[in-house]
């Protein structure tokens, strides 16, 4: 087995092994951080077909922010780590039921395309290549990304706005007392 | 190219290596002796109550939102600052119009009080 076979069973394994633990971990922060490890591995993975720049986006955007945005989700939501509250989903067998069909027919597909291998070399610097092509021809897109991108964050705050207000009238959670302090309490006032 | 990533590779390998590898030369030489004051949150001396677990101020949240904005708009600095050379002015005028647009998101976010901690 060459180096680059290697690399990719490393990088499935590691993907499919996390993702498992994702759905499986009886912990949400758990989950949220194997999320994060499978992210990586997808990165992993754009390298190894020479996508320098999805690699790169991978990491920023997928390991680096929306991974924040969802820790930040499941450390703000009270009551989330508390025993009672079941988030494994209950309904395995119909979940492995889908999956295992989908993945038939993402196998049966697989199987069934003549995938054509060209022969021309893999471009290098590709970077450079995008860059151009964002600046020059496809410059119009270019900004109204960066308009899309003003719209989601005055969405964003608008929304998140309205649920600060009601989030800060919320009282937080009284913590108990420890059982030593609970009996010096009650000695006191007798 | 991709052999440039052997380097990442290298160094993924080490650095999960060498945490294994500390990890398991301290539990192969230190002595295992707990006991219940032992095992207990270190607290500066005061007697540790209560979950560890609290909620976080949701003004977090807003925080983390405009990050992940701001690492989007990052995310395209990359192939201009490839592309830059060959370019020239032209390429940094354009970046300076898409960066001034999300300029107003944050002067949105600003004059919003989203900025202010009280």
Same mark, same amino acid.
């Given at each position: 087995?060459?180096?680059?076979?290697?690399?990719?069973?490393?990088?499935?394994?590691?993907?499919?092994?996390?993702?498992?633990?994702?759905?499986?971990?009886?912990?949400?922060?758990?989950?949220?951080?194997?999320?994060?490890?499978?992210?990586?591995?997808?990165?992993?993975?754009?390298v190894m077909l020479h996508a320098y720049f999805l690699a790169a986006a991978q990491v920023l955007i997928y390991v680096g922010a929306i991974s924040v945005l969802m820790i930040f989700a499941v450390m703000l939501t009270s009551r989330i780590a508390d025993k009672e509250i079941r988030h494994t989903n209950e309904q395995v067998g119909i979940g492995l039921l889908?999956?295992?069909?989908?993945?038939?027919?993402?196998?049966?597909?697989?199987?069934?395309?003549?995938?054509?291998?060209?022969?021309?070399?893999?471009?290098?610097?590709?970077?450079?290549?995008?860059?151009? @092509?964002?600046?020059?021809?496809?410059? @119009?897109?270019?900004?109204?990304?960066?308009?899309?991108? @003003?719209?989601?964050?005055?969405?964003?705050?608008?929304?998140?706005?309205?649920?600060?207000?009601?989030?800060?009238?919320?009282?937080?959670?009284?913590?108990?007392?420890?059982?030593?302090?609970?009996?010096?309490?009650?000695?006191?006032?007798? | 190219?991709?052999?440039?990533?052997?380097?990442?590779?290298?160094?993924?390998?080490?650095?999960?290596?060498?945490?294994?590898?500390?990890?398991?030369?301290?539990?192969?030489?230190?002595?295992?002796?707990?006991?219940?004051?032992?095992?207990?949150?270190?607290?500066?001396?005061?007697?540790?109550?209560?979950?560890?677990?609290?909620?976080?101020?949701?003004?977090?949240?807003?925080?983390?939102?405009?990050?992940?904005?701001?690492?989007?708009?990052?995310?395209?600095?990359?192939?201009?600052?490839?592309?830059?050379?060959?370019?020239?002015?032209?390429?940094?005028?354009?970046?300076?119009?898409?960066?001034?647009?999300?300029?107003?998101?944050?002067?949105?976010?600003?004059?919003?009080?989203?900025?202010?901690?009280?």
């Amino acid at each position: 087995m060459d180096t680059f076979s290697l690399a990719f069973f490393v990088l499935a394994f590691l993907i499919v092994a996390s993702a498992i633990f994702v759905v499986s971990s009886k912990n949400i922060f758990h989950s949220a951080i194997f999320l994060i490890l499978a992210l990586s591995g997808v990165a992993g993975l754009f390298v190894m077909l020479h996508a320098y720049f999805l690699a790169a986006a991978q990491v920023l955007i997928y390991v680096g922010a929306i991974s924040v945005l969802m820790i930040f989700a499941v450390m703000l939501t009270s009551r989330i780590a508390d025993k009672e509250i079941r988030h494994t989903n209950e309904q395995v067998g119909i979940g492995l039921l889908i999956s295992g069909g989908l993945l038939a027919v993402i196998l049966y597909s697989l199987y069934n395309t003549p995938f054509t291998i060209s022969d021309q070399p893999i471009a290098e610097g590709a970077g450079m290549t995008l860059g151009r @092509l964002l600046l020059t021809k496809f410059v @119009l897109p270019f900004e109204v990304v960066s308009v899309l991108l @003003l719209a989601a964050l005055i969405g964003a705050i608008i929304i998140a706005r309205r649920d600060t207000k009601t989030g800060d009238s919320v009282p937080p959670r009284p913590i108990p007392l420890p059982k030593s302090l609970q009996q010096a309490k009650g000695e006191s006032e007798s | 190219m991709v052999s440039d990533f052997a380097a990442v590779a290298v160094f993924l390998i080490v650095g999960v290596g060498f945490v294994l590898f500390t990890l398991l030369l301290s539990k192969i030489f230190r002595p295992s002796d707990p006991n219940p004051i032992k095992q207990s949150t270190y607290e500066c001396g005061e007697e540790p109550f209560g979950p560890s677990w609290i909620q976080f101020n949701v003004r977090f949240y807003i925080f983390a939102l405009m990050f992940v904005i701001f690492d989007v708009e990052a995310i395209f600095l990359f192939p201009w600052a490839i592309a830059y050379q060959s370019l020239g002015l032209f390429a940094f005028v354009e970046m300076l119009i898409f960066i001034s647009i999300l300029l107003f998101g944050l002067a949105y976010a600003w004059k919003k009080g989203l900025l202010k901690w009280y």
